[in-house]
């Protein structure tokens, strides 16, 4: 959106001539309803993904403050179902999937020197189905229930596994809700993959070859390619059920002949490629700003670009981890544990890469730099438990308990929400036009740090002590009773620090300092554009000669295509 | 005024017009859908609503697209280049590090990753043999990382020779082996001196660390029966085999600070010759 005090080209003839002050409200919203442009989509889809961020934290919030003491009577136990069902629901599908598909909306064209995406409709399509497929999903809470009156919402888990998903088991329409809202959701993603892979293999400007593009655009690619071979499979898994549900079919019914773990298969063969499809945004994201703010090139580029297409190729073949409790056979376990431990090859590759860049360079420990640095350190303990479950005898032990709640909220949480609050930090600038609050940011960075790692780190030391996930209430003998409480607290903090950051961004959007055009002294072509940038990104086609055009230009006795 | 060139380049880009044809369709789609847990009435309004949005979107996108041009907007500062030099990190090498210069070759890492293998697996059979008298009794106990019912074996059933322990048992060791062994060439030019030292003592000494630290997890088998004595000196018959390997074989350089011309063999003026020093 471009800003009142900015036109000062509005005396020029054109024809559709520029609004001269702020329009009227409707006209406004008119505008962002029936808007094509990257940038308005993509932020529409930050925006929501932020609002869920914060409707699936008070989700959990509640749960904590349930399982704080032991024997509480807050939630009743099918509410709490319908919590974490909903918490881990939103979460992946309405937070993860919208804040990755609009950071490379907006990111995407910038970063190459595109205008727009290769499909703007569609990508404008794509946006809307994930809004009116997440509605869907949450007017489950008015209308779920179908026949029987009063609202609930799905409490089947974010995983929905069958038997229990078959209508014997849950009456009503709460499961449909969520096959339905997922399914409307899930189709627009795989269209607006589709539209990234096209946008990225064919509308990068001149100069920009594949071995010359930004990193960031390398991963986003990789995935939504892992978008578009993963979303379908789940697609067609929720439709089966649909059948067993609604018209009486037997895939998931072992009673008449169906097979319950064939759900297991088609939803994990989606679940774990589908952990890689949000983590690998975080990594863009950090890849972007610790070079930037290290001050030096990024350490390995050609092995950061095969390292990533080696996880989005291997991540494909591990979904068979998440089932090592069902009795498969011991050379099925054995051969997914393997493949399951090579994942770490990559993506120990990239840890190396990050530091490597580190070493040596000139930190500036700005707010982005901060959240990629507490990125680093905590997906390094996700990653690490991660090989510990890995392993099928120490699975078999911890399997279904709090260890594993507590490793994926280190990947997903210290992982994917520490890269993208450091990406909003970042790239704020470029979409407001204004920066955010260095001070509130640090302040959040550090309430973050420690709620963070109060809650999710206890978590491990309840799992290991017997726990299981997903209990409504436990028993003060158990010995558990600390752990909770801590975890319990640790949420005060993390709720202190997400106050924080949506003050600082509503304050800032406002108020905040004005950014110019490159306020980081950066690389990437995003930033050789104004803030916010126009609607048509750039007046002239860019054309680069490295994988830092901006370096080039502002270093013209020392450019980069002389070394690469 | 902004000057002229800036109004004509601008006028030639388009771009494509707003409009609410997608919000319509994806509307009239989630309706249809939501028909199926509300009402078929529902059903029936979505599936026209989505016709509608159809028909809009396809009238809009062919045969020719509506396009509007872009509005001039405020041109980006320009960028100014600087006058200040750049600091490299190391002079002599571009501004690129690329560490180290000379290598072993991976082949070596290899070879003695094998040579340590079989001198390391002898002096466990060995073990077992003077110890238990059981020619099997180690490679099943390995084996016991991938085979999880070995560990509910008695120890005579791990004294007998097993197909599936010895099979397994050797595939771990080649395995572990040559990708220890190519570890071990990759890392030794990268320490700074004592090279022998690191690979026959102090690595073989951090890798039981971790073995003891884990080895409950990843092979209770093994766990149980473990010599850690014995499993120390197999770890160090490895280093010192492996390393002594890898430090006698001749490095060769990386080409890492070579210029692009001379790594793709052209011989021109002004570029050195190949492989020669600067
Ligand atoms: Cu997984």
New binding site residues.
């Given amino acids: 959106m471009r800003l009142a005090g900015d036109s000062e080209v509005s005396t020029l003839e054109t024809p559709i001539g520029p609004a001269t002050g702020r329009p009227p409200f409707l006209s406004q919203l008119h505008e962002w309803v029936t808007t094509v442009d990257h940038k308005k989509l993509g932020s529409m889809y930050v925006v929501c993904g932020i609002i869920y961020m914060i409707i699936a934290g008070l989700e959990a919030s509640m749960m904590r403050w349930q399982l704080a003491w032991p024997g509480q009577t807050v939630l009743t136990p099918e509410e709490f179902n319908r919590l974490f069902t909903m918490h881990g629901t939103t979460m992946v599908f309405f937070v993860g999937m919208p804040i990755l598909l609009g950071s490379a909306n907006i990111m995407i064209p910038l970063m190459i020197g595109a205008r727009d995406l290769a499909f703007p409709r569609l990508n404008a399509f794509g946006f809307w189905l994930f809004l009116f497929g997440s509605i869907l999903l949450y007017f489950s809470y008015f209308g779920g229930q179908g026949l029987y009156g009063m609202g609930s919402a799905p409490d089947v888990g974010w995983f929905a596994y069958a038997p229990l998903t078959e209508r014997t088991y849950s009456r009503g329409h709460s499961t449909d809700y969520w096959i339905l809202g997922i399914f409307v959701a899930g189709i627009g993603s795989t269209a607006t993959g589709i539209n990234f892979i096209a946008t990225i293999l064919g509308m990068r400007c001149r100069g920009m070859t594949l071995m010359k593009m930004p990193l960031f655009v390398w991963i986003m690619l990789v995935d939504a390619i892992l978008i578009v071979i993963a979303l379908p499979p789940l697609a067609a898994a929720q439709i089966m059920l649909l059948f067993d549900r609604l018209l009486g079919a037997h895939f998931f019914d072992a009673q008449a002949g169906g097979s319950a773990l064939l759900w297991q298969n088609l939803f ?1 063969f989606f ?2 490629p589908e ?1 890689y499809i949000l983590i690998l945004p975080a990594f863009a994201y950090v890849t972007e700003i610790i070079p930037v703010f290290s001050r030096k090139v990024i350490f390995g580029y050609p092995l950061m670009v095969a390292a990533t297409v080696a996880i989005g190729f291997i991540s494909l073949g ?2 068979v ?2 089932m090592f409790s069902v009795g498969l056979s011991p050379l099925i376990n054995a051969i997914f544990m393997a493949s ?1 431990m090579l994942v770490g090859v990559p993506t120990g590759i990239k840890m190396f890469n990050w530091t490597a860049t580190m070493i040596g360079g000139k930190i500036r420990f700005d707010t982005p730099m901060l959240f990629s640095i507490g990125f680093l350190c905590q997906f390094l303990m996700g990653g690490l438990t991660g090989i510990f479950l890995a392993t099928v005898p120490f699975d078999w032990q911890v399997s279904d308990s709090y260890f594993v709640v507590g490793h994926f909220h280190y990947v997903l949480f210290g992982g994917l929400i520490f890269g993208i609050l450091a990406a909003t930090f970042y790239w704020y600038p470029k979409v407001t036009g204004r920066m955010m609050s260095e001070t509130l940011g640090k302040w959040q960075f550090w309430l973050l740090i420690i709620g963070f790692n109060m809650t999710f780190g206890a978590m491990h030391v309840s799992g290991l002590l017997g726990m299981p996930r997903r209990i409504y209430t436990y028993q003060t003998e158990r010995g558990w009773d600390l752990w909770n409480l801590l975890t319990s607290i640790g949420v005060i903090f993390q709720i202190a620090a997400f106050t924080l950051f949506a003050i600082n961004l509503l304050h800032s959007a406002f108020k905040g300092r004005r950014a110019g055009d490159d306020p980081w002294d950066a690389w990437t072509l995003e930033w050789s554009t104004t803030s916010p940038p126009p609607a048509h990104n750039f007046d002239e086609d860019p054309v680069v000669y490295s994988r830092r055009p901006l370096w080039d230009l502002k270093h013209p006795e020392d450019p980069d295509w002389k070394y690469e | 005024m902004t000057e002229p060139t800036h109004t004509k380049n601008i006028r030639e880009i388009e771009l494509p017009q707003p409009t609410a044809s997608p919000m319509v369709t994806a509307f009239g789609f989630t309706l249809m859908v939501a028909g199926i847990v509300t009402n078929w009435i529902v059903a029936i309004v979505g599936c026209v609503i989505m016709f509608v949005g159809i028909v809009k979107w396809f009238g809009q996108s062919n045969p020719e697209s509506k396009e509007m041009p872009a509005v001039p907007a405020p041109k980006p500062t320009p960028i100014v280049p600087r006058v200040d030099g750049v600091a490299h990190l190391i002079s002599d090498s571009g501004h690129r590090a690329r560490l180290p210069l000379a290598i072993h070759p991976y082949s070596a890492g290899i070879v003695g990753g094998l040579l340590g293998g079989v001198v390391m697996a002898l002096v466990a059979v060995g073990w077992s043999l003077a110890m238990h008298g059981s020619l099997w009794y180690t490679v099943n106990l390995l084996a016991g990382c991938m085979l999880s019912d070995f560990a509910e074996q008695t120890t005579e059933q791990l004294y007998a020779f097993q197909t599936a322990g010895i099979i397994v048992g050797v595939m771990i060791q080649l395995v572990m082996s040559v990708s220890v062994g190519l570890l071990y060439g990759v890392v030794m030019p990268l320490l700074p001196r004592l090279h022998l030292l690191f690979a026959a003592i102090l690595i073989p000494l951090m890798w039981s660390g971790l073995t003891w630290a884990s080895i409950s997890v990843i092979n209770p088998a093994l766990s149980e029966h473990i010599n850690w004595l014995w499993f120390v000196i197999s770890q160090i018959s490895f280093g010192i085999v492996t390393g002594w390997w890898i430090i006698r074989s001749e490095k060769v350089s990386t080409m890492q600070n070579w210029h692009y011309l001379e790594r793709m063999g052209i011989d021109s003026p002004g570029v050195r010759k190949m492989g020669e020093a600067e």
């Fill in positions: 994990w679940g774990h952990v591990v979904w981890h998440h399951t």
